[in-house]
């Protein structure tokens, strides 16, 4: 909807897990066969052939570049080594692509490309990050349920979604 709306390129983040999941509206709604909704998928790449990972992630990693080629999405991977340079032509790559196309096109990013963040505390239900300034997941899933009160609301599998559970419940 973000492009629909505004004419302008969006970036969707999501795990390769999340790739699997977005296959149906990725082909019948984004493609250039059907509504041509062109968008930047920037994709986690956990279960990487050759990189430990967690056993969850082993099947879709290894599918995860096939995947893609199945779906027609033009993709480029980054690393560590990718620097600014480099990124910043792959990202202008990937944008004329998805905008002369008018389809998605990903950024396939490896394990360990970013640095993690300093947290401040390491407390999992006050986590927050250094020089950050702003608000934490949980705390706009809070701020959400509060203002909207919402009775019928779609989350992620995984923490957002058990997040969103307790939430709702301390709300009642």
Known sequence: GYYMASKKLPMVFMQNSGLGNAVNPL??????KVYSIPMML???WRGEPGVKDE????????????????????FEIIEKTTN??????ILN???????????PVALLVRKGTFSAYEMISSSAKTSHYKNSGFMSRTEVIDHYVRIKNP??????TGVTS??????R????
Do not use: F, W
Not at 27 to 32: G, V
Not at 169 to 172: F, L, P, S, V
């Open 169 to 172: 419940k301390k709300e009642g």
């Open 84 to 89: 600014e340079s480099e990124l910043n032509m």
């Open 151 to 156: 009775h019928i609301v779609v989350a992620t």
């Open 93 to 103: 790559r990937l944008k004329n692509i998805a905008l002369e196309e008018m389809s």
């Open 162 to 167: 058990r997040e969103l559970l307790e939430i």
């Open 42 to 44: 920037m994709i986690g």
């Open 27 to 32: 082909t019948s709604l984004a493609d250039k």
């Open 55 to 74: 056993p969850q992630h082993i099947k879709q990693g290894m599918i995860t570049e096939e995947l893609l080629r199945i779906l027609d999405i033009p």
